[in-house]
């Protein structure tokens, strides 16, 4: 069965650095694009990140540019967001999502990590 798995949530200190990783499974992984989404509290979801099908494009959230790098590797399957400098405001449920490219365009999400900034 297709399975997103996220790890690597948790709390860590403002100016910290918080690695998310997400193993993919079930379908062809190189055939989507991947993409990170969170969604604080009492906010709507939004794009942090995404990375193309063989991770040589990639777009940011424009308070995330310069902290947050998206990379994947094809052949574990998975996609990690790599955070730095991490800020009170990037508190939230972190979600990974694949969307396929080719002749599919099925969309699969994960059930979300959450990560908490605080001292």
């Known amino acids: 069965q297709v399975q997103l798995v996220e790890s690597g949530g948790g709390l860590v200190e403002p100016g910290g650095s918080l690695r998310l990783s997400c193993a993919a499974s079930?379908?062809?992984?190189?055939?989507?694009?991947m993409s990170w989404y969170r969604q604080a509290s009492g906010k709507e979801r939004e794009l942090v990140a995404a990375?193309?099908?063989?991770?040589?494009?990639?777009i940011y959230l424009d308070s995330a540019k310069g902290r947050f790098t998206v990379s994947r590797n094809n052949s574990k399957n998975t996609v990690t967001l790599d955070m730095n400098s991490v800020k009170a405001e990037d508190t939230a449920v972190y979600y990974c999502?694949?969307?396929?490219?080719?002749?599919?365009?099925?969309?699969?999400w994960g059930q979300g990590t959450q990560v908490t900034v605080a001292s």
């Open positions: 999502k694949a969307f396929g490219q080719r002749d599919t365009r099925k969309t699969y």
């Open positions: 079930g379908f062809p992984f190189s055939d989507y694009s």
């Open positions: 990375v193309s099908i063989h991770g040589t494009s990639t």
